[in-house]
């Protein structure tokens, strides 16, 4: 296989190579964007905003309050455990400013998660959410925090405003369970405390580690893949430059619904939209569809990430059908595969193709996107961006012709430097040539797209073919009387392995032969789910990605 088999196609304007960075750390990146757009609102949530120049102002406040009043040094780590809210913005950029390390923290962790964060990362320091402060407590006298800082969800709202959400959550709703963690901080004192501060510059160069992005990799335990500055940096500008003329900036509105935890929306929305100018509307719960819908209906955006089951469920929502797509520009997908039937549904509804793309944790984000304003759904992941290597290699490392299935492997600025202080997982997956195994299954189409077939590891062999659970649930996917559906190998004595399908039914009249008949019809034998299991929910991630593994037998 050639180097670069997808450069004949290239989107038209569209540079092959980035070339040196405009800039080498995120804070010169995103005071450049303060500087630019100033006044313009930059994150809206609950239908109040904050400036560009107000999230620069706090955020310089924030850094000042951690290293003045804290005493935190350059390269400490700062855990940040927050749903999408204005606080969560101002709190990474400070982080950053002050030289210090963003660990990434999903607020729906349970004690046991977010004791092995805390300590792996040995976070000195961490932004929690309120409502997930009594998690914390269980377990912070078992980690190396020093300093807790709590965040609630009117902190910067106004009064009286966040301070009517605030009670309605805690007294109201009963969202906020009690909690007790002596010396901790709220985060408006802390704001406060850090005005009055001076904060000295710190020495930050592009090789400093920003961001912890804390993920299960392609083998073990959970682990802190270190993304540098450069490597962020170099993302954000290989999808602005991938992206090309289409979005203007300073003008664009853009739907953040993933959480800025996740590395999707950490990129693509936090940083990227910060940079390009965009108006960012906040959704603090995605689940929430009613209220999402409503955020949707009143903001004409012209610009959102999401994933697979994300957009099932507004599709699912009667609502969808009165919000405004006139000014719709592009809406991405990722996380996870999207399925042809969803990508028609929401072509059908808005006029626009959702836009696949893939990547990784350990790439800081993008590997590839399909290009902006393309007709249909093409089934594929797209072209790689620019100054990025995708090589298909065999189980001994060898690079496959054009066409051949085997595991995607990339190199490229946005790949990590390696795992937080396992330098033996890190030479699992970054060879000597730099390239990345990412443990995905996949192959280089005849028009250059790198499409994805599966996860190594959900690879089902059947009778010695080669059976891969994304391309099952995309049929099922297309069944009229499902709504989800999820695919497995299970044991079996005559074929090794067997497909088995956990089936949500649209149709309570749904029967398992009629799920195995429609795929009788689509499918070759041997791929034919032998097992269908009804259940009412499926496994998921905080951002959707159904987890198969769950559904394995213990």
Not at 197 to 204: N, Q, S, V
Not at 234 to 262: D, M
């Amino acid at each position: 296989m050639t180097a670069k088999p997808w450069l004949a196609n290239y989107p038209a304007g569209v540079p092959h190579d980035l070339g040196p960075l405009e800039f080498e750390t995120i804070p010169q990146m995103l005071m450049a964007a303060a500087r630019k757009f100033g006044d313009k609102p930059a994150f809206e949530n609950f239908d109040v905003t904050a400036s560009f120049a107000e999230i620069d102002r706090r955020s310089r406040d924030f850094a000042a309050y951690l290293q003045s009043t804290l005493g935190l040094k350059k390269g400490e780590r700062v855990a940040v455990m927050m749903p999408n809210l204005i606080n969560y913005p101002i709190a990474l950029f400070g982080i950053l400013r002050a030289g210090l390390v963003v660990v990434s923290v999903n607020p729906l962790y349970t004690a046991r998660e977010l004791e092995h964060q805390l300590k792996d990362s040995g976070a000195a320091a961490i932004v929690i959410y309120e409502g997930a402060a009594h998690t914390l407590q269980e377990v912070i006298g078992r980690t190396p925090v020093k300093h807790v800082i709590v965040s609630a969800v009117g902190d910067m709202l106004g009064f009286p405003k966040g301070w009517i959400i605030n009670l309605v959550l805690r007294h109201v709703k009963k969202m906020v369970p009690a909690w007790s963690l002596p010396g901790s901080v709220r985060f408006p004192a802390a704001l406060a405390a850090g005005a009055g501060a001076k904060l000295a510059e710190p020495a930050i160069g592009p090789d400093d580690i920003a961001f912890l992005q804390y993920t299960g990799g392609t083998t073990g335990v959970s682990k802190g893949a270190m993304l540098l500055h450069r490597n962020v940096v170099a993302n954000c500008l290989q999808i602005r430059s991938y992206c090309g003329s289409e979005f203007r900036e300073g003008e664009e509105v853009a739907i953040a619904a993933l959480p800025f935890y996740h590395i999707l929306a950490l990129v693509l929305n936090c940083m990227l939209g910060m940079y390009r100018g965009d108006r960012q509307i906040l959704v603090t719960n995605p689940r929430d569809i009613p209220r999402f819908v409503t955020i949707l209906a009143k903001s004409r955006f012209s610009f959102m990430v999401g994933v697979n089951t994300l957009y099932t469920a507004l599709l699912n929502n009667p609502e969808i059908r009165n919000v405004d797509f006139s000014n719709l520009k592009m809406c991405g997908g990722g996380g996870a595969p999207l399925q042809l039937a969803v990508a028609k549904r929401w072509k059908e509804l808005t006029g626009h193709t959702l836009l696949e793309g893939y990547g990784l944790t350990e790439t800081s984000g993008a590997v590839s996107v399909n290009p902006v304003g393309i007709a249909d759904h093409t089934g594929t992941t797209g072209f790689p961006m620019p100054s990025t290597e995708v090589e298909i290699r065999s189980e001994d490392g060898k690079a496959l012709p054009q066409g051949e299935v085997g595991q995607v492997c990339v190199r490229g600025p946005q790949v990590m430097a390696g795992y937080w202080q396992r330098p033996d997982e890190t030479a699992k997956v970054i060879g000597p040539d730099g390239f990345l195994a990412t443990g995905d299954m996949g192959l280089i189409t005849p028009e250059g797209y790198l499409k994805i077939v599966d996860r190594l590891k959900d690879m089902i062999l059947v009778s010695g073919f080669n059976v891969y659970p994304n391309e099952i649930e995309d049929v099922l996917a297309g069944h009229p009387g499902v709504l989800e559906a999820a695919v497995i190998g299970v044991p079996d004595e005559q074929s090794g392995e067997a497909v088995k399908a956990f089936v949500v039914r649209r149709d309570p009249a749904l029967t398992a032969e009629s799920v195995i008949a429609f795929c009788k019809q689509n499918m070759t034998g041997y791929k034919v789910p032998r097992h269908v299991e009804f259940r009412d929910v499926l496994p998921k991630s905080p951002v959707g990605k159904i987890l198969r593994r769950e559904l394995r037998p213990k």
